[in-house]
């Protein structure tokens, strides 16, 4: 039973360039969040996807970010034309209801913008 | 504004030396309340969930205490490999995401 599997694990991207991030859910698990960590900082809430829907992105930035989990797939978390202050580490969580008692997280991505 | 402040923000115990982390908090009707530990360079692993006031959870030398107000996480004889960051977050009752507190930074020694 794979746990949340995210790709690439290391992703160097120059300034302007474009970053997708990839997440596999656990099997049947249908909700899936993404979540940024900064150097020295916790963890922050970026998004909230059900297949095919956002339910919440409160936490997105309003340009360059977008993030999607189609009918299959995994879901994908872009980034446009990113600036050094994009570097971090992305982590992807899933669980089968908003309810279930403790989110399953990946490994993360991390992003180095040179 | 849903908030968790963790203390503090980081603590050094020799091997066998007992001691409690801190997570305070405040949410708009607590749905549940989550203890993580992320070692570094991995993703948080999941330790606890408490639900209501009073409720305790035990794994291991851990132990998660609840109140209104705030849960501890307490650690009894620890060990090195205990060593990590402890995460602690909440999920209101409207809204499926976890608020995370920045995290205690728990190093033992031997």
């Known amino acids: 039973n794979a746990g949340v599997m995210q790709n690439p694990r290391h992703l160097v991207r120059r300034r302007g360039q474009e970053a997708r991030l990839r997440c596999s859910p656990m099997k049947g698990h249908s909700h899936v969040y993404w979540y940024r960590q900064l150097p020295e900082e916790g963890l922050k809430f970026m998004v909230y996807?059900?297949?095919?829907?956002?339910?919440?992105e409160s936490g997105m930035p309003k340009e360059r970010f977008s993030a999607e989990f189609p009918k299959e797939g995994p879901s994908i978390l872009r980034i446009q034309q990113v600036v050094r202050g994009d570097s971090a580490a992305y982590f992807c969580?899933?669980?089968?209801?908003?309810?279930?008692?403790?989110?399953?997280f990946g490994s993360g991505t991390r992003l180095t913008v040179v | 504004e849903d908030q968790v402040t963790q203390s503090p923000e980081a603590l050094r115990l020799q091997e066998g030396e007992s001691s409690s982390l801190n997570c305070s908090y405040t949410v708009s009707g607590l749905r549940g309340l989550f203890w993580y530990r992320q070692d570094p360079g991995k993703g948080p692993e999941f330790l606890f969930t408490l639900y209501s006031a009073g409720e305790e959870k035990e794994k291991e030398r851990l132990k998660a205490t609840l109140t209104k107000k705030e849960s501890f996480l307490h650690i009894t004889a620890p060990k090195p490999e205990d060593s990590a960051t402890y995460l602690c977050a909440v999920q209101a009752r409207e809204g499926g995401k976890l608020i995370f507190g920045q995290g205690t930074e728990l190093s033992v020694k031997p």
């Open positions: 969580a899933s669980s089968p209801s908003p309810t279930a008692y403790g989110y399953t």
């Open positions: 996807l059900q297949k095919e829907n956002i339910i919440d």
